[in-house]
């Protein structure tokens, strides 16, 4: 007596492949939009990082912790400043202020530059509508092309 075998039919696998290719291509755009969020977190906790530590130095210098001429607006000379730390004119020992471990990098911008190269500098002097680097940085936005998931341009957050 003859068995018969047990197995799936060509149309039962046809249409098995395709679901799983519906649910897949559903998938993929979620996942995108997820993979992008988290880059648009990362840039926001950057940039909250690096304006924290802008500020921390302005209010060093203003206190009086950093020496600053008088012709100097109290804000730091370059981001690398921020990393290397400042002079404290309190201790006599010369020690010695940090405001970053290190300069955050933009999660959208080339990995191969220096994280100092991610970003643009406005300097105290120059208005908000047209950022440009100068003797200091003011504020620190991002080089990057595109617009973030809220409709505004990565460069105006």
Do not use: C
Not at 20 to 27: D, F, G, K, N, P
């Amino acid at each position: 007596m003859l068995q018969r075998l047990r197995g799936f039919s060509l149309i039962e696998m046809v249409i098995t492949m395709a679901l799983v290719a519906l649910l897949a291509s559903m998938a993929l755009p979620m996942t995108e939009t997820v993979i992008r969020r988290g880059h648009e977190q990362e840039l926001k906790t950057a940039l909250y990082q690096l304006r924290d530590a802008i500020d921390a130095y302005n209010m060093a210098a203003t206190a009086g912790y950093i020496q600053t001429s008088a012709n100097e607006s109290g804000y730091p000379p370059s981001l690398q400043v921020l990393v290397e730390g400042v002079r404290d004119v309190r201790d006599v020992k010369g020690g010695k202020i940090y405001f970053l471990r290190r300069i955050p990098r933009d999660p959208f911008a080339d990995q191969r530059r220096e994280a100092a190269e991610h970003w643009g500098l406005r300097a105290y002097d120059s208005p908000a509508d047209e950022p440009r680097a100068g003797d200091d940085v003011f504020d620190v936005y991002s080089l990057a092309p595109g617009t973030g998931l809220n409709g505004v341009p990565y460069r105006a957050w």
